[in-house]
């Protein structure tokens, strides 16, 4: 969620995190699946910029048909009970938000795994490549995501304490 938080700050209203989180989460579902089963390759399919692309989709369809209403009415209840706090999000989630959220959480994480995972095929099933792995270590992108966590996260609560703006 590091390099979410450093979007939404520059673009907030143009940025889901709760769309960018529904599509990490959906996409890792792929390797929970296969590591549960004992199976190799663990990124699979979901784990390409084809099966992200895909799951991009599917989140933003939902977004569109209401279908993450439930979980904004409860993020409210539990979390945001005031209007005025930095965790208020919008009762519906814009066309452009959706799309970028669901793209950006899609590509970068495949793009990240790629770094990491001897078994990513991020171009499958064009290509059996992986031209990034190892491109940086695990700890420099662990430390890169926190660092724009850090950022996305002083910048969201700097521009709250002025403009009084919504996380969606």
């Known amino acids: 969620m590091g390099p979410a938080l450093a979007v939404k700050a520059v673009a907030p209203k143009r940025f ?22 004992g199976d190799w390759p663990i990124h699979d399919f979901l784990h390409t910029y ?25 993020w409210k209840r539990v979390v945001a009970r ?7 999000i919008e009762p519906r989630i814009p066309l452009s938000a959706a799309v970028s959220g669901a793209l950006i959480g899609g590509y970068s994480h495949v793009l990240l795994d790629s770094v990491l995972y001897s078994d990513m095929r991020p171009f499958a ?44």
């Open 16 to 37: 889901s995190l709760l769309v960018f989180g529904v599509t990490q989460v959906i996409i890792d579902s792929e390797a929970a699946f296969h590591i549960v089963r």
């Open 50 to 74: 084809l099966g992200a692309t895909l799951v991009a989709a599917l989140t933003v369809a939902v977004a569109r048909l209401d279908g993450y209403g439930y979980a904004i009415r409860l």
């Open 82 to 88: 005031t209007s005025g706090s930095l965790f208020r």
């Open 125 to 168: 099933p064009l290509s059996e490549s992986n031209a990034l792995l190892g491109v940086m270590s695990a700890s420099q992108v662990y430390l890169l995501c926190l660092a724009l966590g850090a950022l996305g996260a002083v910048a969201l609560t700097a521009t709250h304490m002025l403009g009084r703006r919504s996380v969606s």
